[in-house]
Nanobody
Framework: VQLQASGGGLVQAGGSLRLSCAAS????????LGWFRQAPGKEREFVAG????????YYADSVKGRFTISRDNAKNTVSLQMNSLKPEDTAVYYC?????????????????WGQGTQVTVSS
């Protein structure tokens, strides 16, 4: 699976951004999907995950209630709607795909990664 993330940018605190990730190469619905982020000097961390059908989602506590992950298996896309952004959300955001029906929170469980898109939230 090849993944291409887009939608990052610079936004003021309290604002919103929508990240998208387009997939190609294999049957998209065979994979659980996740969004991760990595800030400078920090390890990559789980943000949100979604199962193969889109009916089950899971969020890191730090983003719960502010971010929403969704997928469109017909269009081979996964999105992350980010609202009420905070400066601590600043990071490079990555989409990832894991074989199987359910998402994982550990980066090592994911087989394919997009190239990352920068999100910067100013205070």
């Amino acid at each position: 699976v090849q993944l291409q993330a887009s939608g990052g940018g610079l936004v003021q605190a309290g604002g919103s951004l929508r990240l998208s990730c387009a997939a190609s190469g294999r049957t998209f619905s065979n994979y659980a999907l996740g969004w991760f982020r990595q800030a400078p000097g920090k390890e990559r961390e789980f943000v949100a995950g979604i199962n193969w059908s889109g009916q089950s989602t899971y969020y890191a506590d730090s983003v719960k209630g502010r971010f929403t992950i969704s997928r469109d298996n017909a269009k081979n896309t996964v999105s992350l709607q980010m609202n009420s952004l905070k400066p601590e959300d600043t990071a490079v955001y990555y989409c990832a795909a894991a074989g199987g029906n359910y998402y994982y929170t550990a980066p090592a469980k994911y087989d394919y990664w997009g190239q990352g898109t920068q999100v910067t939230v100013s205070s």
